[in-house]
């Protein structure tokens, strides 16, 4: 028998740059759904998804009751923790088409690398701890045209921030330069230039949520 506890009083957090609801709920040792669904962060998450929050948010934490376990004695008690993953989905193109099948070696953070191979849509799909913070994927691996690439984990902002378009525009090919949150001429430039590829007449080089959306959609996050 287990008995669960409520939840009885509220932490806060501030979000840095790279937090996710999962790796802020792994820091502060409380499960992942209680925060997902702890009332005070309705509001917040209304604007943000679990793996896109701003640095500045406030993310309320629950205080979760100890689950007493009620045990026979005189036997032994074996308890497995399974450690907390996420799942990580990038998809790679060459030339807008899907580099399907390709053989690759992938890392997280500091761990040891291991082979991988995109499916038939380009897409890999790999599990990390949810405190990682770095994927590192290697084409060609080993010889003297090796591609490297690297995705820093829980880094990709809200849509609704400047920086959150600059960093979409670049991961999908129009460049726009340093994703610094500056909506300046480089960015604006990149902005009309995906603009015309969606249709938007005249492009106007501004994140109206059109654009938004439609960038939302292409980078499917």
Known sequence: MIQVGTAASMAEHTVHQGDTIASIASVHNVAYRSVLHAAENEELLRTRT??????????????????????????????????????????????????????????????EPIEAKLDADGW?????????????????????????????????????????????LNNLGFDCGAEDGDAAERTQAALRAFQATTGETPPSGTACPQTTAALTDLHRS
């Open 50 to 111: 679990p793996e896109q929050l701003f640095e500045g948010d406030i993310v309320f934490i629950p205080e979760e009751a100890p689950k007493p376990v009620i045990l026979e004695t005189d036997r032994v008690h074996t308890f497995v923790v399974r450690p907390a993953s996420i799942l990580l989905q990038v998809r790679f193109l060459c030339g807008g088409a899907p580099r399907a099948l390709e053989p690759c070696r992938i890392r997280v953070d500091d761990a």
């Open 124 to 168: 890999l799909r790999t599990e990390a701890p949810v405190a990682a913070t770095q994927l590192v994927v290697t084409f060609f691996p080993d010889t003297d045209y090796a591609e490297e690439a690297t995705l820093q984990i829980g880094h990709l902002d809200p849509v609704t921030q400047t920086r959150g378009v600059q960093q979409r």
